[in-house]
Antibody, heavy 117, light 112 residues
């Protein structure tokens, strides 16, 4: 059974940093592109970043470029999102997702990031 | 960025009746490989999104056959043939043809 479990969310002050993690199991992690998608409270979904199987190709949405970095450790079956210079508008539930046919076929349960003073 | 526009944004439906959600993209979603990467997701209250449909009309494993997707180019539709109580939630279309991948605003399906 495919499982994706996010962790690392919490309350952080504006300008602060957080590192989100996503532990994957039930599939060959190193064979799949992976993504982070976020959802602000009561709002819709926004794609944040994608990373290829080897971690050599990465894409970040413009609103996080230069502040967030997606990465992975295939030996640990883990996906990461390093978030720096956090802003109030980054407050959201962050989901990790496994790619399938240029979208996500499996999603985690999400981790809440709150940016507030 | 490709803008995805859904309608309606709110859809009250009667149990057992059909429902239809429209999604339009600001440009054609035909990818260089000839495929059209339009997906539909369901998000039940308090849950993570779940993919229902990929590449316009392909149902994911375990998705009831009352859900169907259709369309081409820039116009797409998700249909529920007979709405059940478990179908309540928000439905999103999403394009995976161009980076950044983008979602529609969401359509809230509720029971009348």
């Amino acid at each position: 059974e495919v499982q994706l479990v996010e962790s690392g969310g919490g309350l952080v002050q504006p300008g602060g940093s957080l590192r989100l993690s996503c532990a994957a199991s039930g599939f060959t992690f190193s064979s799949y592109w992976m993504s982070w998608v976020r959802q602000a409270p009561g709002k819709g979904l926004e794609w944040v970043a994608n990373i290829n199987q080897g971690g050599t190709e990465k894409y970040h949405v413009d609103s996080v470029k230069g502040r967030f970095t997606i990465s992975r450790d295939n030996a640990k079956n883990s996906l990461y999102l390093q978030m720096n210079s956090l802003r109030a508008e980054d407050t959201a539930v962050y989901y990790c997702g496994r790619h399938g046919t240029r979208s996500c076929d499996y999603w985690g349960q999400g981790t809440l990031v709150t940016v507030s003073s | 960025d490709v803008v995805m526009t859904q309608s309606p944004l709110s859809l009250p439906v009667t149990l057992g009746q059909p429902a239809s959600i429209s999604c339009r993209s600001s440009q054609s979603l035909i990818y260089s490989d000839g495929n059209t990467y339009l997906s539909w997701f369901q998000q039940r209250p308090g849950q993570s999104p779940r993919r229902l449909i990929y590449k316009v009309s392909n149902r994911d494993s375990g998705v009831p056959d009352r859900f169907s997707g259709s369309g081409s180019g820039t116009d797409f539709t998700l249909k529920i043939s007979r709405v059940e109580a478990e179908d309540v939630g928000v439905y999103y279309c999403m394009q995976g043809t161009y980076w950044p991948w983008t979602f529609g605003q969401g359509t809230k399906v509720e029971i009348k």
